[in-house]
C-alpha cells in the first residue's frame, strides 16, 4: 500500500515513534492486538509527543528506514522505538505499560520541570554579616 509506505516514511523522519512491523496472519500479532491498540490511547505517550505506528511487515522491503532494513529477517511482531537517527528494538513483555515504559525511558531528559532554583534574593542578614566580620578580624 503505497498510502501506507509514505505516511510511515513521514513519520518515522519527523516524530519520536513506537513503532510495530507485524503480519495480518501472525497469531503473535494478533494475540497482542489489544495491548497495541491500548498504546495508542496512552496519556503518557501521548503528552511525550511519540506516534505509535503499525506497519505490514510486507512494506519493509520499500520503506527507507533503517528499521524496515533491520526487520527483514526477523519474526513479526518486531517493535522499535525511533528517535531521529537512534533506534532500540523492543524485547520485553508484549503489555502496554511494559512497552509504553520502554519507549518513555528512551526519551531524552527534559530541560524543564524538576526543582527550580529560586530567583528570590536572599535577605541581608546584618547580625550574620557582621559576626563574620568579627571573627576574621582574630
Known sequence: NVGQEDECERILSTSKTLLRFH???CPHC???EPEWNALKHENSLRDAGVAVVDADVRIADRLNHQSA???RGKGVPTIYFI???SMSEYDGARKTKDI???ALKR???S???GK???TRRKKYNKRSTYKKKRLRRR
Open 111 to 113: 530541560r524543564g520541570g
Open 30 to 32: 494478533t494475540d497482542m
Open 83 to 85: 528517535d531521529g537517527d
Open 23 to 25: 503480519s495480518p496472519g
Open 100 to 102: 509504553a515504559n520502554f
Open 116 to 118: 527550580r532554583k529560586s
Open 69 to 71: 532494513q533491520d526487520v
Open 107 to 109: 526519551l531524552p531528559k
